[in-house]
């Protein structure tokens, strides 16, 4: 039975924290990524353009990390996977991260907004198709042949978000808009709790590590490791 007073679509944005407890590092925590390697280096187009080798090399490094055994979806993906079987309406999750712990929790209702790590592209000739191995300057695409045209499924700076007028179509719609592990320092994702806030009467609702920059734009804030406090908001919310 669900909490009565709320009735239905859910829209969950999720970002890099709700992996930490997994083993998976942040980007701005104390050891986050972006303080041992720099954005500029091997996460932007030009970076690429420049030096496709060491960019594969950062995204082999990730991919071989998540494809070890050793990461594996912790109670807070858990629990948003069960929040979509037992909620009776849609429940989306948009998230920010490239792994796939919410699709190995059991997420249906998913759209990786920056792309995913397990995926790569040709810049010549075809949609994304699952991989994980390495990449390298010499691997071929699979389709044209060609060498040196794959690269990651993954957005970059300066890049467009993936899938974002379905989004904003969900954020206009849903009763509950929450946020969980993620700074709030990356738009348009930062803004998605002001574009909710601007389209009707959502109840809004951060679950963080501790209050992020946009804390103060959310009804409601709700502060802890995300594997405990999101199994905790779940089950209230399932009443
Ligand atoms: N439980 C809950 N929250 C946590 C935990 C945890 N165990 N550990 C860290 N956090 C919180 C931090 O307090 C921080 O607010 O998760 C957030 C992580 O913030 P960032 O490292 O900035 O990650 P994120 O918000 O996902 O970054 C957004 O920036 O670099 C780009 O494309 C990249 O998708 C990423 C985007």
Redesign the pocket.
């Known amino acids: 039975m669900q909490n009565a007073n709320l009735k239905g679509s859910i829209v969950i944005l999720t970002?890099?924290?709700?992996s930490?407890?997994s083993g998976l590092d942040?980007?701005?925590?104390t050891n986050?990524?972006?303080n041992s390697v720099r954005?500029e280096d091997v996460?932007t187009p030009d970076a690429f353009r420049r030096d496709p080798a060491r960019v594969q090399a950062f995204y082999n490094a990730r991919r071989r990390q998540l494809t070890s055994g050793a990461i594996q979806p912790n109670p807070?993906h858990l629990a948003l996977a069960h929040l979509e079987r037992e909620w009776k309406g849609p429940v989306t999750v948009v998230t920010?991260?490239?792994d796939d712990l919410h699709e190995r929790a059991g997420s249906g209702g998913l759209i990786h907004m920056?792309g995913e790590l397990l995926k790569v592209r040709c810049i010549r000739c075809r949609d994304p198709f699952a991989w994980t191995d390495d990449l390298t300057t010499a691997t071929a695409c699979p389709d044209c042949g060609l060498v040196g045209t794959l690269r990651p499924h993954v957005?970059w700076?300066d890049e467009l978000p993936l899938q974002m007028e379905r989004i904003y179509q969900e954020l206009e719609g849903c009763v509950l808009f929450v946020s969980?592990?993620?700074?709030?320092?990356?738009h348009p994702?930062a803004g998605f709790v002001q574009a909710v806030r601007q389209s009707g009467h959502a109840r809004t609702v951060e679950?963080?590590?501790?209050p992020?920059q946009a804390a103060s734009l959310f009804h409601e804030g709700r502060y802890?490791?995300?594997?405990d406090?999101v199994p905790a908001f779940v089950a209230e919310l399932l009443g």
Do not use: K, Y
């Not at 942040?26 to 925590?29: I, V």
């Open positions: 970002g890099a924290g709700i930490q407890e942040t980007f701005r925590d986050g990524i972006w954005i996460a807070a920010q991260n490239v920056h957005v700076f969980i592990g993620t700074s709030g320092s990356v994702a679950l963080n590590l501790e992020s802890g490791p995300a594997s406090v």
